[in-house]
């Protein structure tokens, strides 16, 4: 912009001024106005110095090349330590120290909260969601190094704290007599290290070390399906799906009243030919698929979770991990289903009487086979789900197959042409149960071409194919 016909003495000019500040380091410059003795800043800079930070540089390029020289001359190993020693002006060093005291920062516990460490995990083994409060635990904390003092054994006798380079040294001392507060610490020392004489250690009860390494040994079994039954049992989802299992039995109440309600309701004549579906054969669905929920979320939520990661480090052989898990979570649907499908039969049985024909005052040990038989697909769609789950590692992929077996594929089968229809329909586990029993019925959308021990090994083949390839793949893929 440029003003025309004005001069300086006809235009008022707010007074606006400079102020320098010059410094060593940073000079300071300010743009202000001033009226009637009054400032007022508009704009400020700081303008650093190069040379200053050139300076410091030079130094401190000065000083690590004077500690090396000083080092160097005096015939020092490259350490910390040693640097430290030899930084400034200095003529000879003249003694050193051998023993170094390492020290570190113990945090406030926020670091790798998922190892097996046992001042992090709660009291089930999870890894605990928020930092821990408490460093020390009966007066020790991470790095101590104690000196142990096992009162009987084979590792009796005092057991002095060793560094991590050297082997603990044995001790000639005679036990304690007392119980000591030190002897509640494992140190993980064979006989074999106290004495110079090698000794060869026997498995527990009879079992050879290459065996119990292996985890045959019976007590660690135990432990891990121990571990296995805590992490299931301390969730929430686990009794809700037990819930709605279970609560199956009163989806049957509901169906016997409302078929007694209408088979009282219609009229004489059509009495007589009114037929009944077994409802412990519709009602098993419910817990067939929450079983089979079950087992997928024993195996997917860990590796959701990271889980995983802790639960192989602590239990480094693979295959005691899933033995376990399918022993708890078949040993659960062989409950739920004997306790849904009896439950189920008796409270039918109670409702109707002699409606429809009689249909369920017939001997209790006549249908106890198909009622058994039926009992046994939960379990089996429990391992199935296991199976699956460590397989894809997915839970909704892996419910995704499981509501495919009972809902899907069946309606599928159905509309394929014969035979094919009724060779596939005799392969799904709808129809295993009457197959292995010889109770045939024409009115089912399923086929009947198995005998029942051909139908057995199909039934058997659902839950093991599935666990066996979950156990190559659990032993040659990453967690």
Known sequence: MRLKDRTIDS?????????????????????FTTQAAERRARFAIQLNHRGA??????????????????????????????DALAVGKLNSISETVSTVLIAACAGRGTHARTRPDPTRPDKHGFPRLRMARQKQHFGYQSG???????PTGKKQGPIPAASPSAPPAASTSPPPTGPSKASTIDTFVSSSEQTDTPTRRRGRRGLSPRAEARGFSPRYLMSVLTSEWLKIRSVRSTYLILGLSLGAALLG????????????????????????????????IVPQLCMGVLGTLAITSEYVTGLIRTSLTIVPRRRPILAAKSTIVGTLGLLVGSMTVFGTYFVTRWVLGDRFSGAYTSAFLDRLPLLLTLALTVPTFALLGLGLGALLRSTAASI????GLVYVIPMIIGNIPEPWS???GSLMIGALPREITGYIITTSVYGYLLPPAAA????????????VAAGWLLRRRDA
């Open 422 to 424: 009724e060779r596939l």
């Open 400 to 403: 995704v197959i499981l509501v």
């Open 253 to 284: 109440l509901a169906l016997a009243v409302m078929a007694a309600h209408m088979y009282d309701s219609a009229p004489a004549i059509k009495r007589p030919s009114a037929r009944i579906a077994d409802l412990e054969e519709v009602v098993v």
């Open 456 to 467: 057995v090994a199909v039934l058997v083949a659902y839950a093991a194919l599935p666990l």
């Open 53 to 82: 930070t050139i300076q410091k540089r030079l130094e401190q390029r000065a000083a690590r090349r004077r500690a090396k020289w000083n080092r160097t001359r005096n015939h020092l190993p490259k350490t910390h330590t040693l």
């Open 144 to 150: 101590d190094l104690a000196r142990a003092v096992v």
């Open 11 to 31: 235009s008022e000019v707010d007074g606006v001024e400079l102020g320098v500040d010059p410094g060593s380091k940073h000079t300071g410059i300010a743009v």
